[in-house]
């Protein structure tokens, strides 16, 4: 049993996501939360499989809430479900640890196999958000702009690859899971336009993202 907590400031939505989770033989809600820090505190006491969180909540919102998951080590993969594809918040979300980004329009069981796909270690992106990285990296001009635009962390990951660490030993290097990672090098990958680790590694060498000193 996959065991979720639902993180939305709307009743209305949290209602309707529980109950859709809940009608599934393999899907359990332990938890509902109204804003970042309620999401954090569930994830705390319940240690679910998955946090199901939306970006735009009072008090703390999501991006931070799902910094906070990550960085504590809480054990659950955040998958981010939100009405926002512009490319700062999807940006903001991976770069904060989220494995997973949907959109509240998507079908029902679009959602449900999303959720599935994150508790088995897959990164599912909707495919108007994975558009919007592409786009992002499409429109830059020059290797230097497209290294000005990879996060800190996305980076630092590149770096380590070029290092020639595999994905288990750069997760215990940052202190984050291995699901992060992938989730990290999945956008770099679009960003960068490569197609998988060897040629990430020779990009960052070309482009100097290598400490060489």
């Known amino acids: 049993m996959i065991r979720v907590v639902v993180a939305d400031d709307h009743a209305v939505v949290r209602s309707g996501l529980t109950g859709l989770i809940e009608g599934t033989d393999d899907l359990e809600v332990v938890g509902v939360a109204a804003n970042g820090r309620e999401a954090v505190e569930q994830v705390r006491r319940h240690r679910p499989d998955v946090a199901l969180m939306d970006l735009q909540m009072p008090d703390v919102d999501g991006v931070e809430a799902t910094r906070t998951i990550v960085a504590e080590g809480l054990g659950a993969e955040v998958l981010v479900l939100t009405s926002f594809s512009d490319q700062a918040r999807i940006h903001a979300a991976i770069d904060a640890g989220a494995v997973g980004y949907l959109l509240k329009d998507a079908e029902p069981e679009v959602l449900l196999d999303g959720i599935r796909a994150v508790a088995r270690g897959e990164s599912p992106i909707d495919p108007r958000a994975a558009r ?17 635009e ?15 660490l ?5 997760a215990q290097r ?7 990672v992938k989730a990290h090098l999945t956008s770099a990958y679009q960003r960068i336009g490569v197609a998988d680790r060897t040629q990430a590694a020779l990009w960052a060498q070309r482009h100097g993202l290598v400490d060489r000193s």
């Not at 996060?151 to 070029?162: F, G, I, N, W």
């Not at 595999?166 to 750069?170: A, D, P, R, S, Y």
């Not at 940052?174 to 992060?180: A, D, I, N, S």
């Open 150 to 164: 990879l996060s800190p962390r996305e980076a630092e990951v590149l770096r380590l690859v070029v290092e020639g």
């Open 174 to 180: 940052l202190g984050v899971t291995e699901r992060t």
């Open 132 to 148: 919007t990285l592409l786009g992002a990296r499409s429109s830059s001009r020059t290797g230097g702009e497209v290294v000005g």
């Open 166 to 170: 595999l994905n288990k030993q750069i």
